[in-house]
């Protein structure tokens, strides 16, 4: 099946990032093989209009789409290519989603490192973004899978790259392209063989930041696979940022805990969210969420969550989301939901957290469930890309009255004190930056662009964000 037709290569429709808090009228196409693909962009070339590519739609704002023109949705180019398990490499198409490559690869016990928390992102998304996982302070980022990628470029040429250290300054742009370099076509992974899927986890209680900090600054690489901890926005005074620190270690098959393993398996959750039907949970809560709903909700949380030690299988522990809140969004649909993602540098990271849960408690724009992780300092990067040594908290927050007419003020005080530490914000979950912030908290992003005018000479790859950000 596909909508290509001869003069009719495209749909019009509404479209939004994962987070459904802005929809625009974009030309939609799904083009399901390399020729269908390299048809589109000709066609695309000849109108004179320019294309954003998209993978599963995960990025949170105006990433993967663009307005009135042309959005190449590659969610049907999703195939497995090969599969060799004895070389323990997987080849597959760019649109196949992180879930279709675990279905065929956990009854081998293989995994991929650096996932995350939405497994419903594609490869060539992952790529893209250079994203994390819990495992970031480990293993680093998505590019540690990576074995080759075949890419096509605006000239329509199809080319391919081996990942080693000789082409740094190339798989810079593929890794963190955001979309605007290249047409990811197909990634070869290399998978990790473990001995089981079961992880064994520890959870404890922190008093506040400086506790936090210290449990992950203690953490030992060899030890632990994972680490994760949940910051309490609400929290003041000594306790502010108390919250929940947990840490993820595959154990060994000796253990023999065969009965948890006979239950791993991979599945979209489309029917319960907090133990009733989605559709009713979700409905409740929008009618009736509001901030004290939510700082009771962190209270409860943080006093009543189950501690010590508990063995857990890895896709429930990978995949947090998807057992406990799919599609929260939903929730927020009328209103919407802002998500900022800071990137705090080490040095001072919990004075500088607390500084910053200060400044979300002042307009009372807290996040609404806030995970921590640290990073460490990406082996391909760009100027754009999320990482460092340090540490970043998400901070949901629900749009309502008081935030549309406070969040200038918000969102320049956080841009500020980010710009005074180093810092900086993830831009995969961004929708709202101007300009001006942008220009403050990316200061090097004209290189981003120049490199992005010689790779993508016939200014074919665009999309809604990078117009808003990085276009005159
Ligand atoms: C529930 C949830 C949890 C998340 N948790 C994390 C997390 O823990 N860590 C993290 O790092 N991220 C996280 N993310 C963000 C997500 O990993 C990134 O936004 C990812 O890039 C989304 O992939 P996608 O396939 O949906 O891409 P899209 O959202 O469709 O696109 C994202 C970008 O990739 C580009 N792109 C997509 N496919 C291609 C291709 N084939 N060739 C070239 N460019 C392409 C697009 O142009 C766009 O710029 C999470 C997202 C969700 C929904």
Known sequence: MTNIKENNYYKKVKISGWTKSKF????????????????????????????????????????????????????????????????????????????????????????????????????????????????????????????????????????????????SNKLNNI??????????????LQLKKKKSLVLQTHTK????????????????????????????????????????????????????????????????????????????????LSKIYCRFLFKLANSIIFSFSSLGLKKVNFIKFVWIDNNFIPNYPDIFIKEGLFTIQPFIPIKDANKNIKKILLICQKYKFEGILCPIKKYKKAKITNELHFSGDGYSIVLDIPINKNFNYQFKYFIDEISNFLFKINGKIYLTKDLHLDKKNFKKLFPNFIDFVNEKNISDNNNLFATDQYLRLMQK
Not at 39 to 45: T, Y
Not at 46 to 54: E, G, L, M, T, Y
Not at 95 to 106: D, R, T
Not at 175 to 188: A, D, K, R, S
């Open 175 to 188: 890794f963190g392209g955001m979309g605007l370099y290249y047409l990811i076509l197909e990634v070869t």
């Open 24 to 167: 625009v009228e974009t030309n939609l196409t799904y083009p399901e093989n390399i020729n269908q693909i390299i048809e589109v962009l000709k066609f695309a070339k000849n109108q004179k209009k320019r294309i954003a590519i998209r993978g599963r739609g995960c990025s949170f704002g105006d990433q993967s789409y663009i307005k009135n023109e042309i959005t190449c949705d590659l969610s049907k180019f999703n195939k497995i290519i090969n599969f060799d398990s004895k070389s323990q490499l997987i080849t597959v198409e760019a649109g196949i989603s992180l879930i279709e490559i675990y279905k065929h690869i956990l009854s081998k016990n293989f995994i991929l490192e650096s996932t995350p928390g939405g497994l419903q992102v594609s490869v060539g998304g992952a790529i893209s973004n250079n994203i994390h996982g819990k495992d970031c302070f480990k293993n680093g980022y998505f590019n540690e899978n990576v074995s080759s990628i075949k890419y096509l470029d605006s000239n329509l040429k199809i080319q391919e790259i081996k990942f080693n250290e000789n082409n």
């Open 205 to 284: 209680r922190v008093d506040n930041i400086d506790s936090m900090i210290k449990n992950f600054e203690n953490l030992n690489t060899k030890e632990y696979d994972y680490a994760i901890g949940w910051i309490d926005c609400f929290s003041r005074d000594k306790k502010i940022g108390r919250g929940l620190f947990r840490t993820a270690t595959f154990i060994n098959k000796n253990d023999n805990h065969s009965i948890l393993e006979k239950k791993i398996s991979i599945r979209e959750n489309k029917k319960k969210f907090l133990f009733l039907p989605q559709k009713i949970t979700i409905w409740i």
